[in-house]
């Protein structure tokens, strides 16, 4: 500041009211910019972060000769226990035209609603008009979660 | 006491603020010029902010780097605000750095006694331009894939060390996750070390020497550099700040597909803005000129121009006698239309 | 002699008995010379053909030769090759050609030599079918073996190149079948060619060679082939068509079709000119079919219009969940969640549409709010994602706002002090 002169009370005053006005607008400006900082550290709340591989079920809620459809990279992808016990997994989009297979108890092997196509549960196809089998996903058992990734 | 009193006895700031107070600004016809370094500054300061922010979330491998940059975009609050301020305050970085050479060129600021801080300043824009070619390798989508494979082929064609720079910013002989765990160490480590060297001796040397003024410009005054010409750099910052918000929240960038290394190039592959002049003069050159490949003329031609550059304040024997020689000034302008001519061919050319 | 010499000596002794030897042992190993063809190149135009032919020919690149078939005895020249004592038969009529075959083809203790797998029955079929019935009644004008397989060469079913090849089989039908001069003294149509081209298995079959679609003997059967009866088509349809099959059979159609002689399928879906079913084959109103029966005002219209109202609603839903997610996207916001909500949809859908053959809305309505209600989630994504925009773009409303204001204040307090510090 320069030293030994003396301000005169008006002008005073007003460096004052600039001084408040902008150290108000920094605290503003603090508060706008550590809002979304703040936010932003919070983590989100989300089942997976990759896509290679996710927690398809509990182990309890999958007992042999069920079947589940859950998400896997953003498609469909199936989930069974066979009526032996063993734990496999396969994508859920039908080969003949995409839509979604699912289990059937009563036959024990994979279906397809649309057009009556079965898959065995190596997803070979066994019948109806696929064309192609379904991929195969690799399934495994970790404590109480199965879980599904890329073989 | 007073809290400067206590301030003063233990850290001893006083004499930094009188030399800070003594320091004046020249003002004169191009005295717009300063604010040139502190923008840069206040972009390379956002960068940081950002980028340790996004440190937070990303992850560096190829099987979930993209998914990485998908979660902050799309899950996690405001973090599509802080990748869009990263990618638009990169962008404005590389520009400042561009506008800052510009001024300091022109102005003759590299002359006696400031050699050093042109060298600095030569090493900070090598490290913006590769702050911005690793960075922009992150997300690990196709078009950065595609992109980062051109460059380092590119790279690889300097003659004598081409060959080992290509297998050693790979970390490999092609672009695979090698070459992203290597490109993420040297974006957020070793070039942020370097540049806290490097920026800290250049800020350093700014302070030390004061302003340049430019050869034979008469000054019309002067002011403090404490208080006066921080606030006026702070409220360019603060108007920037406004811009960059703007930007970031009206025009997103793309993420873009992940990158599959087994699929073909895409068509209209072209890499970012700030290296377009360069891709675009070696697209023109003939394949082959006498015996040599064409391209190899173009990489030598840029590499010897990037040399002159760092080694003006050497050449320019005239500025240190303050006085203009027409070579210099020709030169600069010949160069700066040639970069933006490229970068506009480049821009509007079906690649 | 010196040593040398005599060891010379011996040594190309050696060689030439060597010579001799090999040429004597591929002399021996090659079949004795065959008369026929010798005789036959030579002949020229129709007589030589035969021979050209055969290069080419499945029964060739087996080992068998002309006289296999026609028998003979090729190692002896001229006319006495075709020895009647050796079995010679010459060239059979068309009325004889089937037998002729059956030779070998009926036999399975021939055939098991070449492959086991092949079936042994063709004979059988061909004489129960319209083609061998008519053949029997001394018509020669009808398809025998080598009308469809060919003659000199005969290739392989598998051999892209035969006409019994499954994408070149209608093509070799039509030769006779689209022919009216041919069909017009039995009076059989001959529109069927033209209209499976266009339809839905012609365009599979014929333009994307894909041979899981049904080609003129995978319906007619090849050797057997006979029209299959109108009441029994759909039969023919379920072989492929289980699933639908099933569901027709749950509808009130099926007994009112049994009772009126009716084709299952193919009132509705025609035979050879199948297209592809579009939602608007079914509703109240043309160009739905069901008005060809149903009467205005009847309550089978009726029922007819509500299954397409359902569908036309989910269809709506997905639309409208497509719509404001492609705008969400174009916005730069991310969607890629909701695709496996819109996969459900339009599951769904395709599940409804497959239920319509119920003729009845207990079949139709639970995919029909499955459907809805995934479109629905979609949507709410895609309206979540816009509001979020709207959202941002107050935020930065607010932001400007605050950095306006400091940015005013600062400019205040930088001319208050150039004021005071240069007045």
Known sequence: MNAGVVEPPGKMGRRRFLDYLFGTS????????????????????????????????????????????????????????????????????????????????????IWCACHDGHYDLHGQVLAGPPPRPLDAFKATVRGDDVIISRG | MSVRGWLEERVRYQGVETFLRHKEVPRHRFAATYYTGGITLFFFLVQVLTGLLLLMYYRPTADAAFESVRLIMAKVRFGWLVRAVHIWSANLMVLG????????????????????????????????????????LLPWNTLAYFATQVGTEIAGDVPLIGRGLLVLLRGGENVTEATLSRFFGIHVAILPAVTTLLLGLHLLL????????????????????????????????????????????????????KADPLAPAPPGLKPEWYFLFMYQALRMLPARVLWVEGEMIGVLAFVLAGTLLILVPFLDVWAKRERRHHLFTVAGVVAVLFVIAMTVLGLRMEF | MSPVLVRRG????????????????????????????????????????????????????????????????????????????????GVPSPKQTPQFCARCHSRPEVMRRFNPKVPVDQLARFLTSV?????????????????????????????????????????????????????????????????????????????????????????????GAVPPGVTSVANVCAQCHSATRDLFVRSPHKAAFDVLGEGECTTCHGTHNIVFPTDALIGAEKPAVCVRCHPAGSSGLAAAGEIRLRLERVKTAITGAETILARAARAGMDVSETELDLNEARTQLIIARAATHTAGLPAVDPPTQAGLAAAGRALAAGQAAIAELAFRRRGLIVALAVIGFVAVALWLKIRELEARTHP
Not at chain 1, 51 to 80: E, H, M, Q, R
Not at chain 2, 235 to 257: I, R
Not at chain 3, 181 to 202: D, L, N, P, W
Request: with cysteine.
């Open chain 1, 26 to 109: 920094l605290a503003a400006l603090a508060g706008a910019v550590l809002y979304p900082i703040l936010h932003y550290l919070v983590p989100p709340k989300v089942k997976e972060v990759t896509t290679s591989s996710v927690v398809a079920a509990k182990a309890a809620d999958l007992p042999p000769n069920t079947g589940k459809i859950v998400a896997f990279g953003g498609k469909p992808a199936i989930v069974l226990r066979t009526p032996e016990g063993e734990v496999r997994a396969f994508t859920a989009i039908c080969t003949h035209l995409a839509c979604t297979v699912q289990y059937r108890p009563d036959l024990k092997h």
């Open chain 2, 97 to 136: 750095v561009f506008l800052h050479l510009g001024a300091t060129y022109f102005g003759k600021a590299y002359r006696r006694p400031r050699e050093i801080t042109w060298l600095t300043g030569g090493g900070l824009l090598v490290i913006t331009l590769a702050f911005g070619f690793t960075g922009y």
């Open chain 2, 206 to 257: 700014v302070q030390v020497h004061g302003m340049s003024r430019p050869v034979a410009v008469p000054e019309t005054g002067s002011e403090p550099f404490y208080p006066h010409f921080i606030m006026r750099d702070v409220l360019v910052w603060v108007v920037l700040l406004g811009g960059v918000a703007v930007l970031a929240t009206l025009v997103p960038w793309e993420l873009g597909e």
């Open chain 3, 10 to 89: 011996v040594f190309l002794a050696g060689g030439v008995a060597l010579f001799i030897l090999v040429l004597a042992g591929r002399a021996a190993a090659a079949p004795p010379p065959d008369s026929c063809v010798g005789c036959h190149e030579n002949l020229g135009d129709r007589l030589s053909k035969p021979v050209a032919g055969m290069k080419d020919d499945a029964h060739a690149k087996r080992g068998l030769s002309c006289a296999s078939c026609h028998g003979g005895n090729p190692a002896r020249f001229g006319m006495d090759a075709h020895d009647r004592a050796a079995g010679f038969v």
């Open chain 3, 131 to 223: 083609h061998g019935k008519r053949l029997a009644a001394g018509d020669p004008n009808v398809a025998t073996c080598t009308s469809c397989h060919g003659v000199h060469p005969v290739r392989g079913v598998a051999d892209a190149a035969s006409p019994v090849f499954a994408t070149n089989v209608p093509q070799m039908c039509a030769r006779c079948h689209a022919d009216p001069a041919r069909m017009g003294r039995y009076g059989i149509s001959t529109t069927q060619f033209a209209q499976y081209k266009e339809s839905v298995h012609g365009q599979a079959l014929l333009d994307r060679g894909n041979r899981q679609a049904p080609g003129c003997n995978d319906c007619h059967d090849n050797h």
